[in-house]
């Protein structure tokens, strides 16, 4: 990111309004193939996720080549995390044999951005039958050519860079989107630095958390500004509208929501059951040390019966 900053960074732009200007733009400059002294300027967003994925994840030593990685996943209309942890899966399951080039038809190598490039192109037209499981995610390419273990996904969505502890990885299982967003569990893992983590204080954080992010998202606010919008914030701000709401009712609105969408998935075929935890994050050290398998199959069975009992809860009231 500092390198980045240094050397790459153009400008920054903002959401309407937002003095913040968190999106930053870097520089990327290209001479014309044919043609001295001319060159091709173009903007490229990047932030952590991406640098992770295309950067990170794909060994990459090459900042112009992860621009242009990210540049190409742009121009695709795909999204930067899947991409570069499916590249990176498909990248480890070349070296171990999974795959061979009939299947990858390029030569996947950590940091060999060209390939990669190349590599994007064929998740897009989806040539050949790898390329056409590849383009479903790691889950379902790694049910097709092995390598579970390594696939970092949950409930088919590509992992985000955050291995900061349990509560990151639960959040991205539990979430409903299984997105980084849905909670903040790395935000959770980070202020327990050096404390002693228990399930039950996990599962409760994660849930509550979600269920105030429901709050807020229908307020259509950042969420890097979610720490002004305390829950006693959003009760003045409605004052003048009108709306005498107290912190009680906006939690319990959260609460509908968020179980409204899990009864949403659950009908549609979602089941926490079929959750994993791919293998590969209790083989890497986090701030919390080596995650444990067995505080994850509690929480996450912690977290499916107070979801089953609370959905019971407002059937058996929606009912009256
Ligand atoms: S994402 Fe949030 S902090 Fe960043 S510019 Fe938009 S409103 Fe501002």
Redesign the pocket.
């Known amino acids: 990111g500092e390198r980045l900053a240094e050397r790459y960074l153009g400008r920054r ?3 309407a309004h ?6 930053h733009l870097a520089v990327l400059r290209e001479p014309y193939k044919n043609e001295p002294y001319f060159y091709k300027t173009t903007f490229v967003s990047y932030d952590y996720e991406p640098i992770y994925a295309c950067g990170s994840m794909l060994g990459m030593g090459s900042t112009e080549g992860m621009l242009k990685v990210l540049d190409e996943v742009e121009t695709y209309g795909l999204d930067a995390m899947s991409t570069g942890v499916a590249l990176a899966w498909m990248t480890e399951a070349y070296e171990r044999g999974l795959v061979t080039e009939k299947e990858t038809i390029v030569r996947p190598v950590w940091g060999d951005y060209a390939s990669y490039l190349k590599a994007i192109e064929y998740v897009v037209e989806q040539p050949n039958d790898f390329y056409a499981a590849l383009a479903k995610g790691v889950e379902y390419a790694s049910k097709v050519y092995g390598g579970t273990e390594f696939a970092l996904a949950y409930g088919g969505n590509e992992m985000p860079g955050y291995h900061t502890g349990p509560a990151a990885h639960l959040g991205f299982a539990l979430g409903t989107r299984h997105s980084h967003l849905d909670s903040a569990g790395y935000s959770y893992d980070q202020k327990m630095v050096g404390k002693r983590l228990s399930v039950e204080d996990a599962v409760a954080y994660l849930m509550e958390e979600e269920r105030w992010r429901q709050v807020l998202t229908s307020l259509v606010i ?4 979610r720490g002004v919008y305390t829950p006693q914030v959003v009760v003045e701000a409605f004052k003048p509208l009108g709306w005498e709401l107290s912190e009680n009712d906006l939690k319990e609105i959260g609460k509908k929501i968020h179980l409204l969408k899990l009864r949403y998935k659950l009908d549609e075929g979602f089941s926490f059951d079929q959750l994993r935890f791919p293998k590969r994050i209790f083989e890497t050290p986090s701030p919390h040390g080596m995650l444990d398998p067995l505080f994850m199959e509690q929480a996450l069975k912690l977290y499916k019966s107070r979801v089953e009992e609370e959905l019971k809860s407002l059937e058996a009231a929606q009912r009256w």
């Open positions: 732009v903002s959401c937002c003095p913040v200007a968190c999106i950042c969420l890097f500004a």
